[in-house]
């Protein structure tokens, strides 16, 4: 699974730093020093969700967007790199509605900057379905703030971009009767691929127009769904439908 998205932790309104260890490189069993943390704010998030509802359920805001390099940056009239730059909006989500425009820059959320894009996950992902944020957004040299109440990933409307999909680098969406005919399929329910990023690690065995309707068995027909399916680290079974025919595929998910 992508395992970029993480949560938010807040402290007196400041962000905490800490981390717990939550795998240590080992070949026999014994500590060599090297591990693998998460922030703090992600655990935290987690539990409480956990204790609260049974699962884990993390915002989302239907955005594809990218880091802002120097040049960019200089292109868009900024004076510095700070920021995540909206490269495209999905039709139907939370950014959509909120009025979020191909060529923003978001700056801030809720007064906490946002340096990047792995810092804009970190606190979207920690935010539950249905909060109200306020968004600053830069939009052609211009400060403006947007209000948006951001959507859940069992939505059966979400869909999932290259940058925040359960399977790195591919985008996908539920089968609808808007769909179906743009990618020639039959299917009825399911999740299909609109789009691979040729670095995905799955872009040699997936591809657009696939429908993925089972993971291990399970149907998932929301990107939530498809999320809660996957089994990182192992070898994932998919029942897919692709040209007019359906089979296994064996995916190993990291």
């Known amino acids: 699974m992508n395992t970029s998205s993480a949560s938010f932790f807040a402290s007196s309104g400041s ?3 800490a981390q717990f260890n939550t795998a240590i490189v080992s070949q026999t069993g014994g500590n060599i020093g090297i591990g693998f943390a998460i922030p703090s704010r992600l655990a935290h998030s987690v539990v409480l969700e956990l204790l609260e509802t049974g699962k884990v359920r993390r915002g989302y805001l239907g955005v594809s967007i990218s880091d802002l390099n120097p040049d960019m940056a200089e292109a868009f009239g900024l004076d510095s790199t700070r920021g995540a730059l909206v490269e495209g909006v999905q039709d139907n989500t939370p950014a959509a509605t909120a009025g979020i425009k191909r060529g923003d820059v978001i700056r801030s959320i809720d007064g906490q900057p946002v340096q990047n894009v792995a810092d804009l996950r970190l606190t979207i992902a920690a935010m539950r379905p249905g909060s109200e944020v306020d968004m600053e957004i830069l939009r052609e040299g211009e400060e403006i703030t947007l209000r948006v109440t ?8 979400a869909v999932a971009t290259v940058e925040d999909s359960p399977l790195e680098g591919i985008a996908l969406e539920p089968v609808s009767d808007a769909n179906r005919q743009q990618w020639n399929t039959e299917e009825e329910k399911g999740l299909v691929i609109t789009e691979v990023n040729p670095r995905s690690p799955y872009a040699s065995v997936l591809a657009p127009g696939m429908v993925i309707l089972e993971v291990n ?3 998932v ?6 999320g809660a399916s996957l089994r990182s680290g192992r070898v994932n ?8 025919s359906r ?3 064996a995916l190993r998910v990291r």
């Open 15 to 17: 962000r905490s730093t």
């Open 150 to 157: 951001l959507g859940s990933l069992d939505d059966p409307t």
């Open 217 to 219: 068995d399970v149907a």
């Open 221 to 226: 027909n929301t990107i939530g769904e498809l």
């Open 237 to 244: 079974k998919l029942w897919v439908s692709f040209r007019g």
């Open 247 to 249: 089979g296994f595929l």
